[in-house]
């Protein structure tokens, strides 16, 4: 199965000016380093880590929502492959890769970039009050949804073929033609377990809770059908009951629609109850990845190790949990070598030989676990 999305060499450096120049000639400062990884079609991603370790950059860098023009992509590529067939026609060679059925996100013009964003790849922000709109009431909003998502192209579609039409991203949702907009918005409402629907529709986001709230952003981004969801910390403003039931729905409704999501969250625990596959990143690095179930019970890397230590277990005594010391290092603070070396425990027992790899500018080598070759982490103590 080829993935939706892929990520290779993702570098991404603020403090540039609108002429794409270092701002008043200093160096830009790479807050991610060489970002890799895959997501296939109906995956639960996860990309996990402490606040500060470039989670959110990376996944905003997808779609290129970072502030502009500070932020840029320095190297790497965002290679979709649901969009290729329709634009692919009205790109440059070096953005579209019509043999891999890909487009570089990150080199498509941002007039193209428009049709991925929300139809193609939706995002589901952190704080919902701030994601919506706190004068407009949800029904139009919800609405607002089939006015702004990518228009049928019939002029493009026309030149295709029969089987090229049909795998076409953005041609319209042959539901529309059936179904009103607002009969798709009922029914999605319902799914998301909403009861008293005309009562939420009529209602200003500041008279629903942040759990019913969050549960509409969910909908806002399937409603057009996207291949992919950025879920940013979704679930980081509610109680845990409530974070265990919006996320339930997400992954009930991604699972039915095939929809792939990448969450991107600091709780472990969160990872190992919804992830299929989960990305372990620190100070701007994938340094684990592999299957949820590899990373938890397996975990190779000091980092991982340590964030799974730090999970209280059943209301157990609290004098007995563990914690990582020190905190993430600036961007301005990063080097070359391993980057968690100053705050690893093993690094500091270990043989001289050892901490002196450790505290070097060798970057760490990436190892595969024995029994998973899919499980993979950076470390020199592998």
Do not use: W
Request: aromatic share 4%; hydrophobic share 40%; net charge neutral.
């Amino acid at each position: 199965m080829n993935p939706v999305l892929s990520v290779k060499n993702l570098s991404v450096a603020f403090g540039f000016d609108k002429k794409g120049k270092p701002r008043d000639g200093v160096t830009p400062l790479q807050v991610t380093d060489r970002v890799s990884f895959d997501i296939f079609p109906g995956e639960f991603f996860a990309l996990v880590g402490e606040s500060g370790c470039g989670k959110s950059v990376t996944a905003m860098s997808v779609l290129r929502l970072l502030p502009q023009p500070s932020a840029q992509i320095v190297d790497g590529s965002v290679l979709y492959n649901a969009a290729a067939v329709e634009i692919a026609e009205t790109v440059e060679s070096s953005v579209a890769d019509s043999k891999n059925a890909s487009v570089d996100l990150a080199k498509l013009p941002l007039a193209e970039l428009q049709k991925v964003r929300g139809s193609e790849i939706a995002c589901i922000f952190q704080e919902p009050m701030q994601a919506l709109n706190p004068v407009v009431t949800i029904k139009k909003q919800l609405l607002e949804v089939f006015k702004f998502s990518a228009p049928c192209k019939s002029q493009k579609s026309a030149r295709l073929s029969p089987e090229r039409h049909s795998q076409s991203s953005f041609s319209c949702h042959s539901r529309l033609d059936r179904e009103s907009p607002l009969a798709l918005i009922r029914e999605q409402l319902a799914l998301a377990g909403f009861k008293d629907i005309d009562r939420v529709l009529e209602s200003y986001p500041h008279e629903l809770s942040g759990g019913m709230l969050q549960r509409i952003c969910i909908v806002m981004a399937l409603l057009s059908k996207p291949k992919l969801i950025i879920a940013d910390e979704p679930t980081t403003a509610l109680d845990v009951t409530v974070q265990a039931q919006v996320l339930a729905v997400l992954k009930e409704m991604a699972s039915r629609t095939g929809t792939a999501v990448l969450l991107i969250t600091h709780n472990m625990g969160i990872v190992s109850q919804y992830a299929d596959r989960v990305a372990v990143m620190y100070a701007g690095r994938i340094v684990e990845t592999g299957a949820v179930r590899d990373v938890i019970d397996r975990p190779l890397h000091p980092y991982t190790q340590g964030l799974l230590a730090a999970i209280p277990e059943n209301h157990s005594d609290m004098r007995t949990m563990k914690s990582i010391p020190g905190s993430v290092p600036h961007p301005r603070d990063f080097v070359k070598g391993c980057r968690f070396a100053d705050r690893c425990e093993k690094c500091t027992s270990a043989s001289a030989e050892i901490r002196e790899k450790c505290k070097s500018s060798q970057e760490p080598p990436c190892v595969a676990a024995e029994k998973s070759a899919t499980h993979t982490a950076s470390c020199f103590l592998l």
